[in-house]
Nanobody, 133 residues
Framework: QVQLVESGGGLVQPGGSLRLSCAAS????????IGWFRQAPGKEREGVSC????????YYADSVKGRFTISRDNAKNTVYLQMNSLTPEDTAVYYC??????????????????????????WGQGTQVTVSS
């Protein structure tokens, strides 16, 4: 049984940092492109970041570029999302997702259409990030 489990969310003040983790069981994450997505109340799900499986090339939404960093630890079968300089606009439930076809994963991420995100094979349950003073 495949499971992706996100952790590391919480309440943080504006300007603060959090590191989200996406730990997997049942699959080897190094064989998958991984996307981080978020959904705020009343808003469409949006892509935050994506990392390829073949060469760890990374992609970011314009809204988080320069503030967020995606990375892998293959020994721990975990992908991270380091989030710095957080703002209230970053408040959302954050999800990780895994897709074996890295080209499709990147295309879906960069296309930005929420319906395409659903084609990622595996999803975690989400972790809440709240940025507030």
């Amino acid at each position: 049984q495949v499971q992706l489990v996100e952790s590391g969310g919480g309440l943080v003040q504006p300007g603060g940092s959090l590191r989200l983790s996406c730990a997997a069981s049942g699959i080897t994450l190094s064989n998958y492109a991984i996307g981080w997505f978020r959904q705020a109340p009343g808003k469409e799900r949006e892509g935050v970041s994506c990392i390829r499986s073949s060469n760890d090339s990374t992609y970011y939404a314009d809204s988080v570029k320069g503030r967020f960093t995606i990375s892998r630890d293959n020994a721990k079968n975990t992908v991270y999302l380091q989030m710095n300089s957080l703002t209230p606009e970053d408040t959302a439930v954050y999800y990780c997702a895994a897709e074996p076809n890295e080209n499709w994963a990147v295309q879906a991420f960069r296309g930005g259409l929420s319906a395409h995100f659903n084609h990622y094979d595996y999803w975690g349950q989400g972790t809440q990030v709240t940025v507030s003073s």
